[in-house]
């Protein structure tokens, strides 16, 4: 079969079929579901940690260094989340992708993002700054964090193939981890409504969310942070 039928003959199946659709009550894995029209539907906090300003790193330092680096940031937030009880569902270059179920899947969500704050500032940016003493690289990075119902699929081709979230957390969690990384992690009023007092009050007594508007997405009401918590 010429590719030309072959594509058209696969998009027309995706448009024709049925969905066949089930609520989740935990993370879909790759196995646990088909290539065909098949989904989970979750309740989910999806949280985006993405390293910022990766393009000067790669275009100012060697590929060696910017590996370190990339390798010490997403090793830290993968054992952050898991720690806190999240699944990481994908890594993409310089950042990580991570999924929280659960009654108090948006407190856990915000206390994995305060703890990747504290350990790129404590950890990641300390050690380098040991090792390599003449360098003046910082290191700057953002999280961000949405809740909502997911729609959960398997895209690509046998063989080459990968799970899309599809619905606004996956959205705009990716689009607030491209924010000011003078505030290290944004939420939306979504996750800042639900936070427990513990993941929203400071050491200091005082709310560590500042409240701002979102003008690219309708002026919506967000929360960043410039606060972190210890590992």
């Not at 003449?134 to 809740?147: P, R």
């Not at 957390?169 to 936070?195: E, G, Q």
């Amino acid at each position: 079969m010429a590719l030309k039928d072959d594509l058209e003959k696969r998009v027309k199946e995706i448009f024709d079929q049925q969905w066949s659709t089930r609520d989740g009550t935990v993370v879909p894995s790759d196995e646990s579901i088909k290539l065909t029209n098949d989904a989970v539907k979750i309740e989910a906090t999806v949280l985006y940690a993405d390293l910022a300003d990766s393009t000067q790193l790669v275009d100012g330092h060697k590929d060696w260094f910017s590996a370190e680096i990339y390798k010490a940031f997403l090793h830290c937030a993968a054992k952050i989340i898991i720690a806190e009880g999240g699944s990481i569902t994908a890594y993409d270059g310089d950042r990580i992708m991570a999924v929280f179920l659960g009654d108090g899947k948006n407190t856990t969500a915000a206390k994995a993002a305060l703890k990747i704050n504290w350990a790129a500032k404590n950890i990641v940016q300390t050690k380098k700054d040991e090792k390599y003493t003449s360098d003046t690289y910082k290191l700057y990075h953002v999280c961000g964090i949405d809740t909502s119902d997911l729609f959960v699929a398997k895209t690509g081709i046998r063989g080459s193939n990968d799970l899309v979230w599809v619905g606004r957390a996956a959205n705009y969690a990716a689009k607030l981890a491209a924010r000011d990384h003078n505030r290290p992690t944004w939420i939306t009023k979504a996750v800042y409504d639900s936070l427990n007092e513990s993941a929203r009050i400071g050491s200091d007594g005082f709310d560590m969310w500042m409240k701002s508007n979102w003008p690219e997405m309708g002026y919506i009401d967000i929360y960043s942070s410039s606060y972190w918590w210890e590992v």
